[in-house]
Every structure is written in C-alpha cells, then in structure tokens.
C-alpha cells in the first residue's frame, strides 16, 4: 500500500517540491477548459495553481495518502475538483483525462510500466503528461549515509531511473513525442529545520516500520552525519503525449 504521510506537518516544512511542481505546470498550454488528472497531489499546493489555470475545467485530485487527501480538500474546496484516495499500481477508474500531471510522486512507485500503463489507459488520445519526480542519483548522499547505519534495503521502495529507461516505459505503454532529462535541485534547509524534514520526507520510508524512540535516533544521527543541511536532490523530467 503507498505510504499515508504526516500531511500537517509536510506543509509546515519548506518543501523545494512546490516551487518545482509550478515549474512542471509552465511547461503545459492549456486553453482552460481540460480535465486534469494530478496523480499525487499531496497536499494541493501545486493543484492550487493548476486550479487558477483552469477556470472552465476540472481536476481529479490523486493521491495514495488519505492525510494528504483531507489536506487537499481543505485547501481548494469541492468546486471543480474530485478527490480520489489511490494506489498508480492499480486500474484508475474515472473517465478519461485531457492531461495528467505529476511531482514528486513517480518516485514512490515500484512498477513504473505498470504506472504508465495505468496512466495511459485514462489518458485520451493526444492527451499530455507533464512530470517530475526522482531520477537517479537523487539523495545520493543521504542513502550512503543511511547504509552505513546497517539499512540496507531501507530505501527499496523508491524508484530513481535513468531518462533511458523511463523513456523506453513510456514508450512501451503507448506514449509518443517523449522527452526525459535529468536536471539537479539541491536544497539548503534552514538548519533547525534538518531533522524534521529527513524524518518526514527523506526517511519517511524508512523509519515508519521502526519504533518511535529508534525512529528518533536514526534521524538524528543521519542529520549529525551530514556536512551541511543540503538534500542532494535530482529531478527526472517527463514529457510526452498519448499515442
């Protein structure tokens, strides 16, 4: 099941993924009338502004979390915009979307040709998919970190690919006119923020299996372990239309 997040506290911490997911909706045109699918929405910062792109459109909010979900519902309300808790590894059933967006969340799926096969088949023909999550070397740092502690699979549930091998997915499920690239984002955090954004974001994953206390400390010790509060971000960008 995808991981359910602490969606209080996420908005609370200076996320770089809000500010990046904007950048993703620039490279969209849109007329103002398409239904959009956001297929990790979080806690609907970035919807918001895809929201003000659409004055005569419509927008199905996706995400795995039901946290987030509740949090999205309060920021923009029910007016053009349909909630739907959701695991991408499964059929999506809604009627079919005119665009699909997506930020820092294709990262978190296991099987990325069964998400854009799932994504295609509610995608109309012609229809566009514009995203970004991790791509590979992302976090590099903080996962060599980690395994020195004795983790060594934490971080298997995250998926950080190459452009070449997104590119081949994509095109395996139906895509054409695809574009992948990498691009890096490195993010200096406030220092008193460090460890409450590795234990909500970075480790989430790892350490939601673990004891409290044990939680804690393996935080604690990663952001000890770190030269200075920057996450070594790398952005995996995906453009592409459904054939």
Same mark, same amino acid.
């Given at each position: 099941?995808?991981?359910?997040?602490? +969606?209080?506290?996420?908005? =609370?911490?200076?996320?770089?993924?809000?500010?990046?997911?904007? *950048? @993703?909706?620039?490279?969209?045109?849109? =007329?103002?009338?398409?239904? @959009?699918?956001?297929?990790?929405?979080?806690?609907?910062?970035? /919807?918001?502004?895809?929201? +003000?792109?659409?004055?005569?459109? !419509?927008?199905?909010?996706?995400?795995?979390?039901?946290?987030?979900?509740?949090?999205?519902? *309060?920021?923009?309300?029910?007016?053009? @915009?349909?909630?739907?808790?959701?695991?991408?590894? $499964?059929?999506?059933?809604? !009627?079919?979307?005119? &665009?699909?967006?997506?930020?820092?969340?294709?990262?978190?799926?296991?099987?990325?040709?069964?998400?854009? +096969?799932? #994504?295609?088949?509610?995608?109309?023909?012609?229809?566009?998919? $514009?995203?970004?999550?991790?791509? *590979?070397?992302?976090?590099?740092?903080?996962?060599?970190?980690?395994?020195?502690?004795?983790? %060594? %699979?934490?971080?298997?549930? *995250?998926?950080?690919?190459?452009?070449?091998?997104?590119?081949? =997915?994509? $095109?395996?499920?139906?895509?054409?006119? &695809?574009?992948?690239?990498?691009?890096? !984002?490195?993010?200096?955090?406030?220092?008193?923020? #460090?460890?409450?954004?590795?234990?909500?974001?970075?480790?989430?994953? @790892?350490? $939601?299996?673990? =004891?409290?206390?044990?939680?804690? /400390?393996?935080?604690?010790?990663?952001?000890? +372990?770190?030269?200075?509060?920057?996450?070594?971000?790398?952005?995996?960008?995906?453009?592409?239309?459904?054939?």
């Amino acid at each position: 099941m995808p991981r359910d997040w602490d +969606a209080a506290e996420y908005d =609370r911490l200076p996320i770089p993924m809000t500010g990046w997911g904007l *950048k @993703v909706l620039e490279r969209l045109q849109l =007329r103002g009338d398409e239904r @959009v699918l956001d297929a990790g929405c979080g806690t609907g910062q970035v /919807t918001e502004a895809l929201l +003000a792109r659409l004055p005569r459109g !419509e927008i199905i909010a996706l995400d795995g979390s039901g946290a987030m979900i509740e949090a999205a519902r *309060k920021r923009l309300g029910s007016e053009r @915009v349909t909630y739907l808790v959701h695991d991408l590894l $499964e059929p999506i059933s809604i !009627e079919p979307v005119d &665009v699909v967006v997506s930020t820092a969340t294709f990262h978190w799926i296991r099987d990325h040709d069964l998400l854009f +096969a799932n #994504l295609a088949a509610v995608l109309r023909p012609g229809g566009l998919l $514009e995203a970004q999550c991790g791509g *590979k070397g992302n976090i590099a740092r903080i996962e060599a970190i980690v395994r020195t502690m004795g983790h %060594d %699979d934490s971080f298997g549930a *995250k998926r950080f690919p190459e452009p070449t091998d997104t590119t081949e =997915r994509l $095109e395996r499920a139906g895509f054409v006119d &695809v574009r992948c690239w990498l691009h890096e !984002e490195p993010a200096l955090l406030p220092e008193e923020a #460090l460890e409450r954004y590795l234990a909500t974001v970075c480790l989430g994953g @790892v350490t $939601e299996s673990m =004891r409290p206390d044990d939680a804690a /400390t393996l935080v604690h010790e990663v952001a000890a +372990a770190m030269p200075e509060p920057l996450i070594d971000y790398v952005r995996l960008d995906i453009s592409a239309r459904r054939g």
